[in-house]
């Protein structure tokens, strides 16, 4: 058992524990996007960026192990601060509307950004358009909303056990997509919606 303490709360957890498994322990959020308990950890989102003593910047909370005596603070102002930056990038190319959006009421994206978004984007300059993809009957897309968390496509791989879904390019050009020419046709597709945030 390793001893942990967060945002002044100790706990001890198991070998191998991650900062965002000690922290679901104690009940203590953690804003995050691509993590979910049930798939590997990809840490690509960053929403999760925990101020932890001694490290040099923020560390994500899904894919840091616990160390023995290791001190991390969820709130604090490095932390909020890291957060904030990451939504911030998060919505640049993010359409505006979210107040009349679909999924209003029912989105992770939507309510973080209520909490660590800023009320004005600093960002002037054209917004990035993707297009919809045909991935079949039982999969509406609005692509440009999508923030590349990856649940969907590790959701098909581990899960359902089928790569029916990847990222294709890299940056600000990545998209998810299905394999060239096919459809998302697995009886377990209609669970790939309801994973994104």
Known sequence: ?????????????????????????????????????????????????????????????????VTNGMKVQTHSDQAITAQKGVMEFLLINHP??????????????????????????RYQEEKRVVFNKNLGPLISTDMTRCIHCTRCVRFGQEIAGVMELGMVNRGEHSEIMAFVGHTVDSELSGNMIDLCP
């Not at 049930?38 to 192990?65: D, F, G, H, W, Y």
């Not at 505006?96 to 984007?121: H, K, N, R």
């Open 1 to 65: 058992m390793l001893e942990i303490e967060i945002d002044g709360q100790k706990l001890e957890v198991p070998d191998g524990s991650t900062v965002m498994d000690a922290a679901n322990r104690l009940g203590v959020h953690i804003p995050h996007f691509c993590y979910h308990k049930k798939l590997s950890i990809a840490a690509n989102c960053r929403m999760c960026l925990v101020q932890v003593e001694r490290a040099p910047k923020p560390l994500p909370a899904c894919a840091t192990p």
């Open 96 to 121: 505006l509307d979210c107040p009349i959006c679909d999924q209003g009421g029912e989105c992770q994206l939507q309510d973080l950004a209520v909490g660590y978004g800023a009320s004005t984007s």
